[in-house]
């Protein structure tokens, strides 16, 4: 069974500081990783995507990503009110049925002004 | 670019009925399209995956002949809900993928069904 897993938190962080989520995964052939945003009642949003080992970074969010330890992070910098979402990871392996998402059940971010 | 759209947003019907939720990908040709319900504080569960014109693909535990889904095009796809019960009464959400390698899954809106 492959699974992903996360903190459900919730994870309180004054606003302007750095909120860091994270995410491990099961199924080592895993290839392509997703950091998607719900906020309540509504349909998930896509933050960042990441392939490679590493960091990579979009405005004020960092992926980090290392496929040794099965594990990938989101760090949102200078955090904001609005930035207060639950945070999906979801994870997609090779094609068929493998291609599939699998998502984590998701890390409540609340930040307080 | 990139945009998803569902119809309708919100549902309610009686028990027995049936409801049927379209997803448009409205800016990109969209070869596949995945269904998924998201029951409250819990994460995405996905129902199948659909093909343009192929028969859908049916996760374990789904009943194929009461969730039907059609991918008639590229840009629709349709889920119904037939012989609604209120225990599916749930958030449905729709996905499309433009099928590139790296397949990245755009969220339509969802539709919240609740069944009396």
């Known amino acids: 069974q492959k699974e992903v897993e996360q903190n459900s938190g919730p994870l309180s962080v004054p606003e302007g500081a750095i909120a860091s989520l994270n995410c491990t995964y099961s199924?080592?052939?895993?290839?392509?990783f997703f950091w998607y945003r719900q906020y309540s009642g509504k349909s998930p949003e896509l933050i960042m995507s990441i392939y490679s080992n590493g960091d990579k970074e979009d405005g004020r969010f960092t992926a980090q990503l290392n496929k040794a330890s099965q594990y990938v992070s989101l760090l949102i910098r200078d955090s904001q009110p609005s930035d207060s979402a639950t945070y999906l990871c979801a994870v997609k392996g090779w094609g068929g049925s493998q291609g599939n998402l699998i998502f984590g059940k998701g890390t409540k971010l609340s930040v307080k002004p | 670019g990139a945009v998803v759209s569902q119809h309708p947003s919100r549902v309610i019907c009686k028990s027995g009925t049936s409801v049927k939720i379209e997803c448009r990908s409205l800016d990109f040709q969209a070869t596949t399209m995945f269904w998924y319900r998201q029951f409250p504080k819990q994460s995405l569960m996905l129902m199948a995956t659909s093909n343009e014109g192929s028969k859908a693909t049916y996760e374990q535990g789904v009943e194929k002949d009461k969730f039907l889904i059609n991918h008639a095009s590229l840009t629709l796809s349709t889920l119904t809900v037939t012989s609604a019960h209120p225990e599916d009464s749930s958030f449905y959400i729709c996905s499309a993928s433009s099928g590139v390698s790296t397949d990245t899954q755009y969220f339509g809106p969802g539709t919240r069904l609740t069944v009396l």
């Open positions: 199924d080592r052939v895993s290839q392509s």
